[in-house]
């Protein structure tokens, strides 16, 4: 059973779109004390286009978030470590996007580690200047809970 240390936050970044990606780190270990047990729980992520960017009205870009790296390219959001995507054609109003929370209260914990984003700008003129907001908050977990949650975490690996 997780018991809550933090009341929810936001954790906020910026990131470019560019045409060959651009990678960004999150260090999950600046919140949490992998030692005490304590995860960061992960409730909700949402991805905008920035007011600075030039032309938002023309914007097409796809975003990643992940527990794996993602500085060679996007891996399959069917992936564990696949926490977020979101593809976005402002053109054609197409718009997808898919959290991984999981089954367990709508939240999805990770015992610390590094969260990857990427962002890459697909047929857009201009690069696509984007925000980052990851709502969650800090947990303790049981041990049984943390054990099963590493035990996932390495097995997907």
Do not use: C, W
């Amino acid at each position: 059973m997780a018991s809550p240390k933090t009341r929810d936050f936001e954790v906020f970044e910026t990131i470019t779109a560019t045409s060959t990606g651009a990678v960004k780190t999150i260090d999950l270990n600046t919140f949490v004390n992998v030692a005490e047990m304590e995860a960061f729980g992960v409730e909700s992520i949402s991805v905008g286009i920035d007011p600075s960017t030039a032309a938002p009205e023309a914007s097409l870009f796809v975003a990643q978030v992940a527990l794996e790296d993602l500085s060679t390219g996007f891996i399959s959001h069917a992936s564990y470590d696949s926490i977020y995507l979101t593809f976005q054609d402002m053109l054609t109003s197409a718009f997808e996007e898919s959290l991984s929370l999981g089954d367990v209260k709508e939240i999805r914990y990770i015992p610390g580690g590094q969260l990857q984003i990427r962002a890459d700008r697909l047929t857009s003129v201009a690069n696509v200047d984007l925000y980052l907001r990851i709502t969650g908050k800090i947990a303790k977990l049981s041990a049984s809970d943390y054990m099963s949650l590493a035990l996932t975490n390495s097995l997907s690996n």
